[in-house]
């Protein structure tokens, strides 16, 4: 799934206040999930002020920002199966072996929970 970038959401009038709209990831889905906040009342602010509360509101999510992340659902130990079924298949047998001990052993009692977005400091291999 890449990441879709530069949203600006959009703003509506309706039954009398300004509400806004726009779009998050959710993990394992490819489509976008609709959120609506309600920004404020059309007395109090105009079309633009609305906007602008908007685009604060969808920058304090993050959505934006350029580290953002879309989460994903895929540990680490389904990526390494899947790994061992496609690259190391085509390896001699001694070496799927070694692979196989190398990451039985050392790699999936450690982080085989561990979600695949995980941030690097999660991978320390301290503690």
């Given at each position: 799934?890449?990441?879709?970038?530069?949203?600006?959401?959009?703003v509506?009038?309706?039954?009398?206040?300004?509400?806004g709209?726009?779009?998050?990831?959710?993990?394992?889905?490819?489509?976008?999930?609709?959120?609506?906040?309600?920004?404020?009342?059309?007395?109090?602010?105009?079309k633009?002020?609305?906007?602008?509360?908007?685009?604060?509101?969808?920058?304090?999510?993050?959505?934006?920002?350029?580290?953002?992340?879309?989460?994903?659902?895929?540990?680490?130990?389904?990526?390494?199966?899947?790994?061992?079924?496609?690259?190391?298949?085509k390896?001699?047998?001694?070496?799927?072996?070694?692979?196989?001990?190398?990451t039985?052993?050392?790699?999936?009692?450690?982080?085989?929970?561990?979600?695949?977005?995980?941030?690097?400091?999660?991978?320390?291999?301290?503690?």
């Open positions: 799934m890449s990441r879709r970038t530069g949203q600006d959401g959009y509506e009038r309706r039954n009398g206040i300004w509400r709209r726009y779009l998050v990831d959710v993990p394992g889905q490819f489509e976008r999930v609709k959120r609506a906040v309600v920004l404020g009342s059309v007395k109090q602010m105009s633009s002020a609305a906007r602008l509360k908007l685009k604060e509101v969808i920058a304090e999510t993050g959505i934006n920002s350029p580290s953002y992340r879309i989460p994903s659902t895929d540990t680490f130990a389904r990526q390494v199966e899947q790994w061992m079924g496609t690259t190391v298949a390896c001699k047998v001694s070496t799927q072996k070694l692979r196989r001990y190398h039985d052993v050392y790699l999936l009692p450690k982080w085989a929970s561990l979600r695949s977005n995980a941030s690097p400091q999660k991978w320390s291999t301290s503690g």
